[in-house]
Every structure is written in structure tokens, then in C-alpha cells.
T-cell receptor
Framework: GQNIDQPTEMTATEGAIVQINCTYQTSGFNGLFWYQQHAGEAPTFLSYNVLDGLEEKGRFSSFLSRSKGYSYLLLKELQMKDSASYLCAVSPNQAGTALIFGKGTTLSVSS | TAGITQAPTSQILAAGRSMTLRCTQDMRHNAMYWYRQDLGLGLRLIHYSNTAGTTGKGEVPDGYSVSRANTDDFPLTLASAVPSQTSVYFC???????????????FGPGTRLTVL
């Protein structure tokens, strides 16, 4: 079957660094996405990894290990506005672009 | 501004009634999707369309139907609504992976549906 696991909730303080892990077991693999979703809003794209390694984009970085079925999203210099849900999603095949989403990790940043 | 629009923003519907949720994108993306998002369950795919004229079933298709008559529009119809269809519905679109960028999905603002 298809399964994506990520922690339900995490807390952190302003200025800190937080790592959100995601493990996946899917029938195929054609890339892993991270999305951010603020309460009451639509998900917005953060990052995409298809090859092993680290992709850095400003304060956010995403890492992928295909052999381990593992990814993480690293958020540096946390700000209050980073309080949101972070969704890990996998594209399982090339035939279509449908994604399988994890249930999301709700991150609360406090001052 | 380019993007995806959904209508209505929210709706209260009596059980047994039918309803069509509308979705329109102006990015000329080939692929479009409908998801429902429920607390504790995350985003679940209802139906998708990889190109105009074709549709496919996702993880939770029962009770829903879609059509894709053209590139821009992808309506979702509930033929006879039930309370378990109370949810937030998101429409999304993307280009095909490998053709343009990462194939990231762009989401509409969502429709909050309550079935009583």
C-alpha cells in the first residue's frame, strides 16, 4: 500500500531551528514535495526533491534519501509566521501527477 | 493575477440534495485534481484529470463525479449529499512532471461544505 508518515505536532521557539521528518512507502517514486498550509488557507508549495541530497531555499531546506524512504524539512531562524501545518507529499508514478499526502505536521512557534 | 478560483467559498447543503463545486484555472495546466481535507485525515484525492477529456478516480471517489470538458474547468458534483461529505474541498492544478518545473500543484482557496 501507500503510506506517508510524519509527526502530528511540533513546537519550537522563535529564532530556533526545527526539523520535520517524513517517511514514505509508495508503489513508485517520482519526487517528494513539501507544502505549507496556514489555518483556513490553501496549501502552498515549498520544495521539491527527486534526487538524493539537500535542497536549500532561503530559511527552508529539504533533504531526501530515496534508499531510506526518508525526507526532512528544515526551518531555520523560526518566525511566528512559520506557525502552520507542513504537508509531505509523494508523486508515486510518472503516468500522472497525482500526489499522495501525509496527514501533515502542525508546527507552533512561540516567542 | 493567474491562479485557481473555486466557488462557492462555503455552502450549507441539506442531505439528499445535489451540488456542483466549481473550479477554474487560467494557467493552462494539463492536470487538475479535487481533494477533500478532514481533521486528522489530511488531504485525500477524490478525482483527477491528467488532460482535458480524461478523468480518473482517486482514493475516495464514491459519491462524487467530475467532468473535464476543457482545459480550464473541472467541476465536482455531489449527486446526493450525505453528512459524511462535510469537509473542505480543494481544487488544484499542475503541469506534467518533467515538462515544466517540478510539477508542483497549485491550490485554489477551497470550498467549505457542510451537509446537514
Amino acid at each position: 500500500g501507500q503510506n506517508i508518515d510524519q509527526p502530528t505536532e511540533m513546537t519550537a521557539t522563535e529564532g530556533a531551528i526545527v526539523q520535520i521528518n517524513c517517511t514514505y512507502q509508495t508503489s513508485g517514486f517520482n519526487g517528494l514535495f513539501w507544502y505549507q498550509q496556514h489555518a483556513g488557507e490553501a496549501p502552498t508549495f515549498l520544495s521539491y526533491n527527486v534526487l538524493d541530497g539537500l535542497e536549500e531555499k532561503g530559511r527552508f531546506s529539504s533533504f531526501l534519501s530515496r534508499s531510506k524512504g526518508y525526507s526532512y524539512l528544515l526551518l531555520k531562524e523560526l518566525q511566528m509566521k512559520d506557525s502552520a501545518s507542513y504537508l509531505c507529499a509523494v508523486s508515486p508514478n510518472q503516468a500522472g501527477t497525482a500526489l499522495i499526502f501525509g496527514k501533515g505536521t502542525t508546527l507552533s512557534v512561540s516567542s | 493575477t493567474a491562479g485557481i478560483t473555486q466557488a462557492p467559498t462555503s455552502q450549507i447543503l441539506a442531505a439528499g440534495r445535489s451540488m456542483t463545486l466549481r473550479c477554474t484555472q487560467d494557467m493552462r495546466h494539463n492536470a487538475m485534481y479535487w481533494y477533500r481535507q478532514d481533521l486528522g485525515l489530511g488531504l485525500r484525492l477524490i478525482h483527477y484529470s491528467n488532460t482535458a477529456g480524461t478523468t480518473g478516480k482517486g482514493e475516495v471517489p464514491d459519491g462524487y463525479s467530475v467532468s473535464r470538458a476543457n482545459t480550464d474547468d473541472f467541476p465536482l458534483t455531489l449527486a446526493s449529499a450525505v453528512p459524511s461529505q462535510t469537509s473542505v474541498y480543494f481544487c488544484a492544478s499542475s503541469e506534467q512532471l518533467g515538462l515544466a518545473g517540478s510539477g508542483e500543484q497549485f491550490f485554489g482557496p477551497g470550498t467549505r461544505l457542510t451537509v446537514l
